[in-house]
């Protein structure tokens, strides 16, 4: 499954490359892209884990930029 | 500017009075300590807080992080002033970066900005606002003259003028009426038109331009990757060097532990790599935004980045070189004149709806008297037999002529030949072909003078047909007779023989071809909006039909990589001299701050040259 999430308060790109590694370490994730231009999460990830893997993708998120959240 | 970024550019100019203030005042030890220390709290108290938050979390080598401990390194070496200075640099930078940032996604956002608020939807008589999302197939929409099409469907009332630049780039408006066809995002200009609707908004022609745009930034270039990968290691390195700087000279060669920190504060400041991270996506997004508003649809940087070292152009000639669509080329009487022979032909194909029937029909324009024409018998694979004035009129190709036993003329010409014969006489023959694109010579020339070194022609065509394109346009190649799988083994040839460096670009009209657009370096569909197997074959979608739009596509990715290597050869250099110049002693602490938030701020203002238009 294949979806778009939009990234609140993310205000540095590199930090957007961090969340991106961060996010690609995660199981059942195939592809992620986390772009700092349209501030927008791309993630696709096995279906039957994908809400567990939201969830983890959010909580790097939130690591690497406190005040970053993921609005679908 | 936002509410924030007002808010931060009002701090900034307090602490800055503050820090003048503090310059001047003659005050010495722990007062003029404290004369530095309330500017600087004042501008840097958010990037304290997040330093310390984050190294709480583990994520040392973040960009507040290093700015923290330069200044706080510079406080304990008693350079005050630069230690406010720095920071007051960094967020005015900062500040900078951010208004840049925002202005250039507001500026690719306002090229988006095709998204229809609502629709106007005439249903049981009444009219009621609906989201487009709502709309659904059959229903019919009203749009008002200056109103943007909602969804995709057919002109049933009104005539008007619509104006679909948004969508193909052409800003020239052109009229439209009953029966006609009108894309959603395009915008009616001039009378009120009811309009049955034919797609829903998820496949329309607007949502599918949105998306597409929308996940471009997805796809990201080698270049991208590298500056990623790059920043990885360019921090941590060149913060290690900072440390060994401060420590090695003064504790096992007696230096001066003041004059080698000062250095390796230098280091710190210089160690961010946002020039680079900010700056190269920001071109490649502009690149993109600024394609589309041309009509070049890029499915992502990575086609973008592709694109710019074309090498060879692979065109499938229907449809992208030629018009797809017959027309008669010449006619050749054998008795009679040529008028007299096409009204004649034209006459018996009247109630055809075969291509070729049409195209002749077509040329002969509206003077058909059909009152003459008796009994029609449509042969089919074969042509069509008709009484005209009480003759039978015969109008096919030689396997008719030669049913009928008929002596027929053969013909040079490169087409399909009709032939025409009234009784047993024959009276000559038709020659219908698909015209090149009028613009199809000059797409060519202009891919030779960005210097495509190979450009070849594939076609299902018989060779005659083919062969005659190609000439006309002088392509390097020129293989006909080829079914879809021989096409794309004609495409993996030629991806053998290019050079390793260069892509291969195959254009197509997105019909029967998605397994060629796929294997190409660079698949480009053209005027394929309606047809969704091409743009999910594709990598790059031209809105228009105009085959000299791939010069320009070509030319704009060009230029987009070469706006990305200027900054990433600009920031190395000049970060790199000043770590040198630093690391030797003869940089100072102002030098370093404009390496870092000054060559960030011209790598931003360079990038957004990617979205101006430019006029070749």
């Not at chain 2, 939807?121 to 109103?147: A, F, H, Q």
């Not at chain 2, 009487?333 to 029909?361: D, F, K, M, W």
Request: with cysteine.
């Amino acid at each position: 499954m294949k979806r778009i999430y939009k990234l609140e308060n993310l205000d540095c790109a590199s930090c957007a490359a961090k969340m991106e590694r961060a996010i690609e370490k995660i199981k059942g994730v195939k592809e992620v892209s986390v772009s700092f231009m349209t501030q927008r999460l791309t993630i696709e990830a096995a279906d039957e884990m994908f809400e567990d893997i939201i969830e983890m993708a959010a909580k790097a998120c939130a690591r690497i930029e406190p005040d970053c959240r993921i609005k679908s | 500017m936002s509410k924030r970024q007002k808010r931060n550019l009002v701090r900034i100019l307090i602490s800055l009075i503050l820090f003048i203030a503090a310059v001047v005042l003659p005050a010495e030890g722990i007062t003029r300590l404290l004369a530095f220390l309330i500017p600087y709290a004042l501008t840097g108290y958010d990037i304290l807080y997040s330093a310390l938050r984050n190294i709480i979390r583990g994520q040392v080598f973040d960009e507040n992080f290093l700015m923290s401990l330069a200044t706080v390194g510079a406080f304990a070496i008693g350079e005050y002033p630069e230690a406010v200075a720095v920071m007051l640099f960094y967020q005015v930078g900062e500040l900078f970066q951010d208004v840049a940032v925002g202005k250039s996604r507001k500026s690719i956002a306002s090229l988006m900005d095709i998204r229809p608020e609502s629709a106007l939807v005439l249903r049981d008589g009444s009219e009621m606002e609906l989201s487009p999302e709502e709309v659904e197939v059959g229903d019919t929409i009203i749009v008002k003259p200056g109103g943007r099409v909602p969804l995709d469907g057919l002109i049933i009332e009104g005539n008007t003028t619509i104006n679909a630049s948004v969508l193909t780039g052409e800003s020239l408006p052109y009229d439209s009426g009953p029966g006609d066809r009108v894309m959603s995002g395009t915008v009616n200009l001039s009378g009120v038109i009811k309009v049955k609707v034919t797609s829903e908004y998820e496949n329309s022609t607007v949502a599918r331009i949105l998306e597409l745009v929308e996940s471009a930034a997805s796809k990201k270039a080698r270049a991208e990757r590298f500056i990623t990968r790059f920043a990885r290691y360019y921090t941590p390195c060149v913060v290690i060097t900072a440390v060994l700087l401060a420590l090695i000279p003064p504790l096992f060669f007696s230096q001066s532990l003041g004059d080698w920190l000062n250095r390796a504060l230098i280091f710190l400041v210089v160690s961010c790599p946002c020039a680079l991270v900010i700056s190269v996506p920001l071109s490649f997004f502009g690149g993109i935004g600024g394609a589309s508003r041309e009509g070049i649809l890029i499915k992502g940087a990575n086609y973008l980045e592709a694109l710019s070292k074309t090498e060879i152009v692979v065109f499938d000639k229907t449809g992208t070189l030629t018009e797809g669509s017959f027309s008669v080329a010449a006619v050749h009487p054998e008795v009679g004149t040529r008028a007299q022979l096409l009204e004649l032909a034209a006459t018996a194909e009247c109630y055809s709806n075969h291509p070729i029937a049409c195209s002749i029909v077509e040329a002969q324009g509206a003077l058909i008297d059909k009152s003459r024409v008796g009994e029609i018998t449509e042969l089919s694979g074969l042509g069509v037999r008709a009484s005209i004035d009480d003759r039978l009129v015969q109008v096919g190709n030689s396997r008719l002529m030669e049913q009928v036993g008929v002596k027929w003329q053969n013909c040079d010409e490169p087409g399909t030949i009709v032939h025409i014969a009234m009784d047993d006489e024959y009276l000559g023959h038709i020659v219908i072909s698909d015209s090149i694109k009028p613009d199809a010579e000059t797409a060519i020339s202009a891919l030779r003078r960005l210097g495509v070194s190979k450009i070849v022609m594939l076609t299902g065509d018989a060779r005659k047909v083919g062969e005659a394109v190609g000439a006309r346009l002088k392509t390097d190649e020129t293989h006909c007779e080829l079914l879809p799988d021989k096409k794309v083994a004609e495409v993996e040839r030629l991806l053998n023989e290019k050079s390793k460096r260069g892509t291969l670009v195959f254009v197509g009209d997105g019909v029967n071809d998605a397994p060629v657009l796929a294997r190409a370096d660079v698949g480009i569909a053209m005027g394929a909006l309606g047809s969704e197997a091409a743009i999910e074959a594709a990598d790059i979608v031209l809105t228009d039909d105009r085959p000299s739009k791939i010069a320009r596509a070509i030319l704009l990715s060009r230029r987009t990589v070469r706006i990305v290597r200027q900054n990433i050869v600009f920031a190395l250099s000049v970060k790199a001299a000043v770590l040198i110049l630093g690391a030797m002693g003869a940089a100072n602490i102002w030098l370093a701050v404009f390496a870092d938030v000054g060559v960030t701020v011209l790598a931003i203002i360079n990038s957004m040259r990617t979205l101006k238009k430019s006029s070749s």
